[in-house]
């Protein structure tokens, strides 16, 4: 339909001029209409050819359903006559006109929707009628009167506006306003959209999907948002608005006659029920995707046979169709591989590593509903967005269980583990909202029944026929990619990676400069980590060994002993466990690079607390209980975290760095004797916390000796490299003179972040959340670098290290590692790899292409 649209430079003029116009604007407008009006052959306000508006939010990033749209505006008590008899039709009028009271109201002028449904529903019990459908215009006309009473009533006696004109420019205010909404600006924080973009306004003429049966109103996904495959999808309703198919009021039909079957529906589809406006909706969904070489959303409406394209935008899409949509383009020729590879978010890919339902494992199925967005996730119920906040931030999974949910559970649905609707259909707000955001979802579960009040959940089991009820608070299993609804915990299956996947991998890999490797220490984590493509450990935290049990007693002995006698005796006992896990790491990483860190924990993680660890330390060692709780009072530190770790630890008791050398070279050898063919390993030895060249040195000269020592005892001559962790600002301003005897730098971005900023690691998180909420900081340092402090550190470090040692080799190993803005920031360092946790490394190898290839914030799809 006709249109014309306020640019978003507008929204901002609006926030920047107290939410008012430029005066120029009225002529605009003016011109803008006369152009509909002409095109058209309608007239805004006219009582016998009444032209009849849209003013619709739209966005340059869409956020479904969470700014504000008016339909029907141009309605009043007299062009509603001109409405009716042009269309032949009162009752439609009237309904159209009691629909735009009801919107209108709520959207400028902020009276809620209750009230109206309330008037409503007392009309039809008056009337002993159940569906809307069955009111004629007569019953509209007094719904209408009581919708207007209402309004005078809540505006302390100010009438209902029956100037269209008025409508028109108040429901632009409207508009610009929602941009600012508390729903839109949780949505924006969620996906980083920034505020200044603002939301352009569009004003369409109107047509009706309400006119009669030859009319209906539906959306459309060129291609299958949840799985990618390449089958048109959507869902339409016969004469209906469209909030009605978004709103989920109205169970949907299906598009085509293949997604009727495979939804068991028995409504007619689209192709069935009206075959030549279908064949022209099928036509438009080539042209589309063409023309915006994406996947696209429409919105559409058919008048009297004719169809109307209202809007169409980027379609939303789960992260596994985002990968499949993007490889097939690939091969259908429509984009290039480094676009594809721009186009995926890498935080996105997590949601291919979700989790799935264990198809072996025993289950108790209460219903099903729509497979809305993949993964399997239990949880507690929650019949409210505030619970499913509550319960996770105890720490728990809550599965937000709604009738429907709205925009306003924006911040439930992110908090929950899943989402469960009974009503509304896979392009509800819902849906899209879940999909977005990787939240497992079933929607439209029509056998489920919630009852609010009680705080149940029930069905029918399909199974026995018996009925199955739920409380709040006890857990259920849902299943995004089946919709299937269990009771109980499921137990779930990790991920396999599609070939999709491995497809836009092996682009990626070819594309990026930065190498990227895992932190890991054990045999399974290493492996994970290579399963997902690291290229070696850039972070074994060797403390991280020792909090087995059968290990932390010995860790104890040594930590608590208070003689070096004592602890080379705990030593003892730790170094073969450690030998064998460092064989381990470097057979699951057959020849790529690992990094080993010797210990750097804060003491106060290991010591003994209760009666009984105290009790078994003094077992083990021989040293009385009593002397061991001394000793550990007197290792209690204030600030543990600046305290007596990293290498201060080495230089107070040399033997605990010795032995973990040992251990290092030893594992070395005996690979080397048992793979006699294979290459030898070339360990990275790693010291923590350094703030001195003085301290790294004598460090350093620690491990030459150990080195030389086997070397002479095992006549393998040993090759290695030693570097240091730059982790305090100190080591970052004396890099260049660190960098004389280190061979490589890691950085060590969690204590960076914690000293550079004086921002306690462990502490921070009870206020950081304010601090980035009133926009004192962009983000929560700790996730992602602060570029401009922690960042410039960093920079003075690599240009320092660099200078003394051109060829030294950098790379990141704080949890930044895995964090896409930081990733591009170190690749604009220059670094050689980045490290991260191994789920991550996916994101990071995609994050590293997309550095490469210089992607900007914008380009994205979001
Ligand atoms: C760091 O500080 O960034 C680091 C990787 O070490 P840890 O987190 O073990 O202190
Ligand atoms: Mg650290």
Redesign the pocket.
């Known amino acids: 339909p006709p249109g014309f649209t306020l640019s978003t430079e507008l929204c901002r003029w609006y926030y920047d001029h107290d939410h008012g116009f430029p005066s120029s604007l009225e002529s605009e407008v003016t011109a803008g209409l006369a152009a509909i009006e002409s095109t058209t052959g309608m007239k805004f306000g006219d009582p016998t050819k009444p032209l009849l508006v849209s003013v619709r939010s739209g966005a340059r990033a869409s956020m479904p359903g969470m700014m504000d749209t008016v339909l029907n505006l141009g309605l009043n008590d007299s062009t509603v006559a001109g409405l009716a008899k042009l269309s032949g039709d009162s009752r439609f009028a009237f309904d159209s006109y009691r629909r735009f009271i009801q919107m209108y109201s709520n959207v400028v002028l902020g009276i809620a929707s209750h009230y109206f449904e309330e008037i409503l529903g007392r009309h039809k019990d008056a009337l002993d009628l159940v569906q809307d459908t069955e009111l004629t215009a007569d019953h509209w006309q007094a719904v209408i009167r009581d919708y207007k009473q209402e309004v005078a009533h809540r505006q302390n006696g100010l009438p209902f506006p029956d100037d269209p004109k008025e409508q028109l420019w108040q429901a632009i205010g409207a508009v610009f306003k929602s941009w600012m909404n508390p729903r839109a600006i949780t949505y924006r924080r969620l996906n980083d959209i920034p505020a200044e973009w603002g939301t352009a306004v569009t004003v369409q003429a109107m047509v009706f999907g309400n006119m009669g049966n030859d009319c209906a109103t539906g959306v459309a996904f060129t291609r299958n948002p949840s799985t990618g495959e390449n089958d048109f999808y959507g869902e339409y309703l016969v004469n209906a608005q469209g909030e009605d198919v978004v709103a989920g009021i109205r169970t949907p039909q299906s598009l085509t006659i293949a997604s009727k079957i495979a939804n068991h529906s028995t409504l007619p589809s689209m192709e069935e029920s009206m075959p030549q406006v279908y064949g022209e909706l099928l036509a438009l969904r080539t042209v589309l995707e063409k023309h915006f070489r994406d996947v696209q959303d429409i919105e559409f409406t058919v008048q009297k046979g004719k169809l109307y394209l209202l809007q169409t935008r980027n379609g939303k899409r789960t992260a596994q169709a985002a990968l499949r949509i993007a490889v097939e383009f690939v091969a259908e020729g429509v984009i290039t591989q480094e676009e594809a590879l721009k186009r995926i978010d890498p935080r996105s890919l997590e949601q291919s590593l979700h989790p799935r339902l264990d198809p072996k494992a025993a289950r108790l199925l209460l219903g099903s509903g729509l497979p809305a967005s993949p993964g399997a996730a239990s949880g507690k119920i929650v019949f409210t967005a505030d619970e499913a906040e509550t319960l996770a931030g105890r720490g728990e999974d809550a599965i937000l269980v709604r009738i429907e949910t709205s925009p306003e559970d924006i911040h439930g649905m992110h908090a929950a583990r899943g989402i469960l609707t009974t009503r509304g259909g896979m392009t509800s707000h819902a849906a899209v909202v879940a999909r977005g955001m990787g939240r497992p979802c079933v929607a439209g579960a029509g056998s489920l029944r919630v009852d609010y009040s009680k705080g149940i959940l029930s069905a029918v089991s399909p199974e026995t026929g018996q009925t199955l009820t739920v409380k709040s608070g006890e857990v259920i299993t849902i299943d995004g990619m089946s919709g299937q609804v269990f009771i109980g915990t499921v137990p779930t299956l990790q991920p396999e990676l599609s070939s999709d996947f491995a497809t836009l991998m092996g682009w990626a890999d070819r594309v990026r400069k930065l190498r990227v490797r895992a932190n890991a220490e054990t045999r399974l984590d290493a492996t994970t980590a290579r399963r997902f493509g690291a290229e070696g450990i850039g972070?074994c935290?060797t403390e991280h060994m020792f909090f087995d049990e059968g290990r932390i007693v010995s860790m104890r002995e040594m930590i608590l002993a208070d003689t070096t006698d004592g602890r080379r005796a705990a030593l003892a006992k730790l170094l073969p466990m450690q030998r064998d896990d460092f064989v381990a790491l470097f057979e699951v990483m057959a020849g790529l690079p690992v990094t080993i860190r010797l210990l750097?924990p804060p003491l106060h993680e290991f010591l003994p607390h209760s009666a009984s660890e105290i009790a078994e330390v003094a077992r083990a060692s021989g040293i009385s209980e009593a002397e061991l709780r001394a000793r550990s009072n007197a290792l209690h530190e204030s600030n543990p975290m600046l305290g007596h770790r990293g290498c201060r630890l080495g230089i107070s008791y040399p033997e605990i760095y010795e032995m973990q050398v040992r251990a290092i070279f030893e594992a070395v050898i005996s690979l080397a004797r048992s793979h006699p063919n294979a290459d030898l390993v070339i360990p990275e030895i790693m010291i923590?916390l350094v703030g001195s060249k003085r301290e790294f040195e004598i460090m350093r000269e620690l491990v030459d000796r150990v080195a030389a020592e086997l070397t002479t005892s095992s006549g393998i001559v040993l090759r290695y490299l030693v570097g240091t962790?730059i982790?305090l600002p100190r080591a970052c301003l004396e890099a260049d003179k660190i960098a004389e005897t280190a061979e490589f730098f890691s950085?060590?971005?969690?204590?960076?972040t914690q000293t550079c900023y004086g921002l306690s690691r462990d502490d921070a998180g009870s206020f950081l959340g304010t601090y980035v909420a009133r926009g004192i900081l962009p983000h929560d340092p700790f996730v992602s670098i602060d570029q401009d402090g922690v960042g410039a550190l960093m920079r003075l470090a690599a240009t320092g290290g660099r200078r003394s040692r051109p060829e030294i080799k950098m790379g990141i190993?704080?949890?930044h590692g895995g964090d896409p803005e930081s990733i591009a920031f170190c690749a604009s360092l220059g670094l050689d790899y980045v490290s991260c946790s191994p789920y991550r490394v996916p994101i990071a190898r995609l994050a590293a292409a997309q550095a490469a290839l210089a992607v900007g914030f914008d380009e994205r799809d979001r």
């Open positions: 972070l935290r750097d923590p962790m982790e950085f060590g971005t969690n204590d960076l190993c704080g949890e």
